[in-house]
């Protein structure tokens, strides 16, 4: 309609008329990019939204699971270090300062292990959609950025701890036997190298074997490391979640 009366004032040459239509198809045009630009703005702030929601969810579990982690490695480190205990004052004494069954719960705790929390499976979306920008928060796509770089870290430092402690199973082990009957519920099968319940220890061979001290030593170092790596994690997890939501109870709540 516009057009046609702008191309009408052109053949009678109403110059008046012409900038009046001019103006108006000028005018037009914009707001309608600009009502466009609003509701693309829009969905994109509604998308936002709707995976900050998401990334919220995936960091509740991932601190869970950290949580459990943590842990796990306080308990796997607590259990080397009463070994060697264990070990220094028969050494020193000829005598266990405990029973069979409370050091044998120990040499089970030993051997368990706990893979890292995994990444964010909605920040893995973001980002092989290339969509990070979505996120407005320059400090979250930070925060997202490096505890995704963590994961990887501790993945690492899993693969290259379970590594070093391996070569030395052997050497405790050789001093165990087992119940095949039986499984040890409390070590979760995708994570435990070894699933079966040892149900024995001869303590005397174990005491008599010069290398079973460097065993422990070396489970020992490698639960401490992992823990580490395990808080260091669900710091970087913590920091995340403040951003996401701040209304949520800091890790320091929530403390293990």
Do not use: C
């Not at 796997?76 to 069954?101: E, F, N, V």
């Amino acid at each position: 309609m516009i057009l046609r009366r702008l191309s009408q004032s052109l053949k009678e040459q109403n110059w008046t008329a012409i900038w009046i239509e001019f103006i108006l198809l000028v005018g037009g045009v914009f707001l309608g990019i600009q009502v466009a630009n609003w509701n693309a703005t829009q969905q994109d702030h509604k998308r936002e939204a709707e995976f900050i929601t998401r990334l919220d969810r995936d960091f509740q579990k991932i601190d869970e699971r950290l949580v459990s982690n943590i842990k796990r490695w306080e308990l796997k480190t607590a259990s080397t270090l009463r070994i060697l205990a264990d070990l220094d004052s028969h050494q020193k004494t000829g005598l266990w300062p405990r029973t069979k069954a409370e050091m044998l719960a120990d040499l089970n705790e030993t051997f368990n292990h706990r893979i890292p929390a995994p990444r964010s499976a909605t920040y893995i979306e973001l980002l092989s959609d290339g969509q990070l920008g979505l996120i407005r928060n320059t400090k979250l796509r930070n925060a997202l950025l490096e505890y995704d770089a963590q994961v990887g870290y501790s993945m690492t430092g899993f693969d290259v701890l379970v590594n070093r402690v391996e070569p030395f199973m052997g050497t405790v082990v050789a001093h165990l036997e087992y119940d095949q009957t039986k499984t040890n519920t409390n070590m979760p099968t995708e994570t435990n190298p070894i699933d079966q319940v040892w149900s024995d220890v001869d303590l005397e061979r174990l005491a008599a074997d010069p290398e079973v001290k460097t065993a422990i030593k070396m489970y020992a170092a490698a639960s401490r490391n992992q823990l580490a790596l395990s808080k260091l994690q669900r710091n970087k997890a913590g920091a995340t979640i403040a951003l996401l939501n701040p209304k949520a109870p800091s890790i320091e709540s929530k403390q293990p």
